[in-house]
């Protein structure tokens, strides 16, 4: 499969502990975003990066989250000291760098903080 | 900033009949994309159609069609001979040409496909 990739597909947490989600992207897709869904809405963007550069994020994105990406490959996103409303579906999507190009996105996390 | 909205949570249409998805965006830039995007239950997201916004043409993809308006900043999705595949949520997004080309979702449309 060489489509974006996302683990866990699903992860439930109590308030207050940290979870960390993966996202691989596709391979030769540089550009790769984060978005958070929540039930009934759209997706809102989170952060973006291209290559191992995090160059734009939200002020969705309070400081307990965190987002890396090493080496310009996968990507990880932190949440520390989870909230209830944190409880979303978390997307990632990855993109060539130019033109109309569609952006390719994973099947999501599912989180659920109880 | 830029805003997109879908004005309609629900919509739903006879197998083989016509439906249209309303949307509309806001913005100040004259260059852009305008994308549809489906999201069946469970499932990833998939792009259905997109738009340039220089080009006057509206974009076709088989079943899938758009009404661009670019001075009314309107951008409807037709699809015609609706199949029970077709059911999924609908989002309109926009995304401009440069910077980081984030995408700016509406809220859904919910599409039902009645047998």
């Known amino acids: 499969d060489t489509g974006v990739s996302q683990n866990p597909r699903h992860k439930i947490t109590k308030r207050g502990q940290n979870v960390t989600f993966r996202c691989d992207p596709i391979?030769?897709?540089?550009?790769l975003y984060w978005y958070r869904q929540t039930l009934g809405q759209g997706p809102e963007f989170l952060t973006y990066f291209q290559n191992e550069a995090q160059l734009e994020k939200s002020r969705l994105l309070s400081d307990r989250f965190s987002a890396e990406r090493p080496k310009g490959s996968f990507s990880t996103l932190e949440i520390q000291r989870t909230e209830q409303g944190d409880s979303a579906m978390y997307l990632c999507?990855?993109?060539?760098?130019?033109?109309?190009?569609?952006?390719?996105f994973g099947q999501g996390t599912r989180l659920t903080v109880v | 900033a830029q805003t997109v909205t879908q004005s309609q949570p629900e919509m739903s249409v006879q197998e083989a009949e016509t439906v249209t998805l309303s949307c509309t965006y806001d913005?100040?830039?004259?260059?852009?994309?305008l994308f549809w995007y489906k999201q069946p239950p469970s499932r990833q997201m998939i792009l259905v159609i997109r738009q340039e916004a220089y080009k006057q043409q509206n974009a076709t993809e088989n079943r899938f069609s758009v009404n661009f308006q670019k001075a009314a900043k309107s951008f409807s999705l037709k699809i015609s001979d609706s199949q029970l595949g077709d059911a999924a949520m609908y989002f309109c997004?926009?995304?401009?040409?440069?910077?980081?080309?984030?995408?700016?979702f509406g809220q859904g449309t919910r599409l039902t496909i009645n047998p």
């Open positions: 999507a990855s993109s060539l760098p130019q033109g109309p190009t569609e952006a390719f």
């Open positions: 913005t100040s830039e004259s260059d852009y994309y």
């Open positions: 997004a926009y995304r401009p040409r440069g910077g980081a080309q984030k995408l700016v």
């Open positions: 391979s030769e897709h540089n550009r």
